[in-house]
């Protein structure tokens, strides 16, 4: 092996000339303008300490590494390496002064800051150059050194060091160039240093440089700094002086160097492929590239997924935010966007975006909803959309869009009559789909399993499973209107009449005459328990629904057999089953018929009828929900079996749906984005959940790090109503219950859940329905009169109330507390 290299030898790696020069050896074959050098390599190292290596780390293991720099003198460099080096310097020119740096075999690597840890010599000249090359060597070993090696797992033995002799650059001035912004770690800003003199009093710390930053060829911020010193050379090496007046507070580059020096800084790090620090000095107006390493401890690079930076809307958080409560990946927000699309465009106001992602998290769009019901005259029936969606605070503003009623309309009644002919068409073909839906999804999983090429399973997913989602998310949309305004309307005529107890208990029992869809996992576990289906029949019909049902990186129930384990378990712990629950409230609900009958003579028959229809409106509605989850279910089967056939794994959760298949052909060009996404939904799911309601434009980051932010309301209008000293909601379900209140997260805390207690937490979905038996009450922040936690509820007999926006937070595990279900109100006893 050779002992001097030229500096931009091919053959200059880390192994042999370390990473700094290794780095060098890079930029220099490059072309970028770096001082002209060689090598001494590591191999010379290990030639010099080959005599006395064994007492090097003996001095080491002993604690004891101030005796090391007196065994590397005393020992003189070889005399044919000696040669080899003089040789090399010769090449320079005569007496040539130079800057000599230690390169070790643990430095500038990527995630490890080495740099600094041994020694650079500056303004070597001659017969000096032997005595700094040994002086760098020995550098290896200082107490700095070794202990950083030591906390960073680098074995001693696995060390060994070069050095980089360069022709010094006589600098005018010099610095440091980041080709990412270091603090806020934005890619597309380059932040430069820059003081008088050579860089060492600034890469030191010693004085405080002018900063400049450059973004997209222009400069966009420059501070002076009051450069207080500098380092110059001098005969006899370097040394720091005062920095003459006049120069203190002057600018030492000048408008157009800033740009050129970030022009230099874009060709090192397309070199490297990943932001860099670059040393950087000027003689005579043209610059240098003194070292170059990876920036280590650079911020990830995130995206903005938020919707409410524009328009300032107001946007909730009810209804189907229930259903979808994650941070959802970008994947997952793909097929929503379809989902949503396909199901709801009848509450669409074209240009106007009606669903919005708001730090990772669904939204819809309460502006819009409210000013198409504003342009058609609807203003009366705002009342309707609350109870799908969830109530506002007394004497809320709600932002309408910013479009005049005859807009709106010109819009909106196109689609309208256009949505209206579809569902005729659609729901004709409603209790067919019902009847094979679970089977289609059963067998496209088969056959996604079953596909052995990306280009196969991307045809089978643009061929079959997604339109199958398309044709599901339709179904649902026919499914919830086909009764038209029976929802809402029979449920409030029935409260003007008989009150609000005795109608909920009569227009229970949608399990009576078939199987509610969100009573179906706890139902199943019921018949489980008692032995009439098995656990593989359990899996096929309820595997897919879950807490996190439409999150398709997130395993489904079915795919996890502990988890039925787990919800047995929980069942064996409640006192009156399931089945007492349902038969409870049947008892109540015929007594409420018996009163009606009872008060108005003649008309039971008819409201009967119109009951017997608002359940089958329910039912259908929660089926055609339950296999949309299931068709989501195929979705999550599709996106896993891409991960293995590109050999991805998790990554493709991080790519849109036109990305992942542009990636199951061939194109790997997509794969660049994942770092960055991964990156913005770990830093989205590390936050506390968001208000249910926000208004205008909302910084989830900013919010989250306000100890004194509100929970329940967020706007940024300001002057929203104070929170009230009674946490009030929704009635969601009939009743009076005192208990134990128990805040839970989420469900995979719902063994802290005892029989008996009040469950208390943000939202509810399928995957909480196994819990609701043990539960004396339940109160959540989002929900509405139809959303999943009062119809569970109202069917179960378990008071409920629902979208207080901010019960979790107003309450604390172990509180006494009393729910009233029927005003919607939770007091605290104590």
């Not at 780390?57 to 080899?84: C, K, N, Q, T, W």
């Not at 503003?397 to 256009?418: C, F, G, H, T």
């Not at 289609?440 to 499973?465: K, M, P, V, Y």
């Not at 134990?740 to 995957?767: F, H, Q």
Request: charged share 25%; aromatic share 6%; hydrophobic share 45%.
């Amino acid at each position: 092996m050779k002992t001097v290299l030229p500096l931009d030898d091919a053959a200059a790696d880390l192994a042999t000339a370390g990473g700094k020069g290794a780095s060098l050896a890079r930029l220099a074959r490059a072309g970028l303008p770096v001082p002209r050098g060689f090598h001494v390599t590591t191999h010379a190292y290990r030639t010099f300490v080959a005599g006395f290596r064994a007492e090097v780390l003996r001095a080491a293991a002993s604690g004891d590494p101030e005796v090391i720099p007196a065994l590397f003198a005393a020992h003189e460099v070889p005399r044919e390496l000696a040669a080899d080096i003089l040789a090399a310097y010769a090449e320079l020119g005569e007496d040539v002064s130079v800057a000599v740096r230690s390169s070790a075999t643990a430095e500038d690597l990527p995630g490890m800051s080495f740099a600094g840890q041994q020694d650079t010599y500056l303004n070597v000249r001659g017969d000096g150059l032997l005595d700094a090359v040994r002086r760098c060597w020995a550098s290896l070993w200082n107490a700095r050194a070794i202990a950083y090696r030591e906390r960073n797992g680098v074995p001693h033995d696995d060390v060994a060091l070069a050095v980089v002799v360069q022709e010094l650059v006589d600098a005018d001035a010099a610095g440091v160039m980041f080709t990412a912004d270091p603090v806020t770690g934005a890619r597309d800003r380059t932040v430069i240093n820059a003081s008088w003199g050579l860089g060492e009093a600034v890469v030191g710390g010693q004085v405080t440089p002018d900063t400049v930053a450059v973004s997209g060829g222009t400069v966009v911020e420059s501070r002076i700094g009051d450069k207080t010193v500098m380092t110059v050379r001098t005969p006899d090496g370097t040394e720091e002086r005062p920095v003459p007046g006049a120069l203190r507070g002057a600018p030492v580059l000048d408008d157009a160097e800033p740009v050129e020096l970030a022009r230099i800084g874009a060709r090192v790090q397309d070199l490297y492929g990943v932001p860099m620090d670059v040393e950087w000095a000027r003689r005579d107006g043209a610059f240098a590239i003194l070292q170059a390493r990876p920036i280590t401890g650079l911020k990830q690079q995130v995206e903005e997924w938020n919707d409410s930076l524009e328009g300032g809307y107001l946007w909730t958080g009810g209804n189907l935010g229930e259903a979808i409560p994650d941070v959802m990946t970008p994947i997952t927000w793909s097929f929503v966007r379809i989902f949503i699309g396909e199901a709801m465009p009848s509450s669409a106001l074209p240009g106007v975006d009606l669903v919005g992602n708001i730090g990772g998290r669904f939204y819809m769009n309460l502006s819009a909803v409210h000013s198409i019901a504003v342009a058609a005259g609807m203003r009366s029936r705002i009342s309707a959309v609350e109870q799908v969606f969830g109530t506002l605070p007394p004497g809320f503003d709600v932002p309408l869009v910013n479009l005049s009623r005859w807009e709106i309309i010109k819009r909106v009644a196109p689609l309208a009559v256009r949505v209206q002919l579809r569902v005729r068409r659609t729901v004709k073909g409603l209790p067919a789909f019902l009847a094979t839906a679970r089977r289609t999804s059963e067998d496209l999983r088969e056959r996604i399993a079953a596909t052995g090429s990306g280009h196969d399973l991307a045809l089978l997913a643009e061929r079959e499973a997604l339109p199958h989602l398309v044709t599901a998310s339709r179904m649902l949309e026919a499914a919830g209107r086909q009764g038209g305004s029976t929802l809402v309307f029979t449920r409030d005529r029935l409260r003007r009449m008989v009150g609000d107890v005795d109608a909920e208990a009569m227009l229970t029992g949608v399990n009576a005459d078939g199987e509610l869809a969100s009573l179906g996992p706890v139902m199943g576990l019921t018949r489980l328990a008692r032995g009439e289906i098995t656990r593989d029949e359990f899996a096929r019909a309820y595997g897919h629904r879950g807490p996190h049902e439409f999150e398709v990186s997130i395993p489904r129930p079915g795919e996890d057999p502990a988890w039925i384990d787990a919800q047995l378990a929980g069942l064996a712990d409640v006192t009156a089953g399931t089945d007492a629950l349902l038969e409870r409230q049947r008892r109540a609900r015929e007594e409420a018929w018996a009163r009606f009958a009872r008060r108005y003579p003649g008309k039971e028959a008819r409201m009967r009828a119109r009951a017997r229809r608002w359940n089958a409106v329910v039912r259908d509605r929660e089926q055609a929900r339950s296999e949309v989850v299931r068709a989501f279910w195929v979705l999550r089967a599709f996106v896993v079996r891409a991960g293995e056939l590109t050999g991805r794994g998790d990554d493709v959760f991080h790519l849109h749906l036109d990305e992942l298949l542009a990636l199951l052909r061939g194109d790997e060009d997509v794969l660049g984005k994942v770092p960055t996404r991964r990156a913005t939904y770990e830093q989205y799911a590390s936050l506390p959940p968001y208000p249910p309601l926000i208004v205008g434009p909302f910084d989830p980051v900013r919010w989250a790090a306000d100890p004194e932010r509100r929970s329940d309301l967020y706007d940024a209008r300001g002057g929203s109503a104070p929170v009230s000293d009674t946490v009030t909601g929704f009635p969601g379900a009939p009743g009076v219950v005192e208990g134990i209140a128990r805040v839970l997260s989420g469900p995979e805390d719902g063994d802290r859940l005892k029989p008996g207690e009040i469950l208390v937490t943000t939202l509810t979905n399928v995957g909480w329905t196994p819990m609701f038996p043990r539960a004396a009450a339940v109160v959540t922040d989002m929900g509405a009169p139809l959303s999943h936690a009062s119809i569970v509820a109202r069917e179960l007999g378990i008071p409920a109330v629902v979208g207080t926006r901010n019960a979790t937070t107003r309450l604390r595990d172990g509180d006494l507390v009393r729910v009233d279900g029927e005003r919607g109100t939770v007091e605290l006893l104590t």
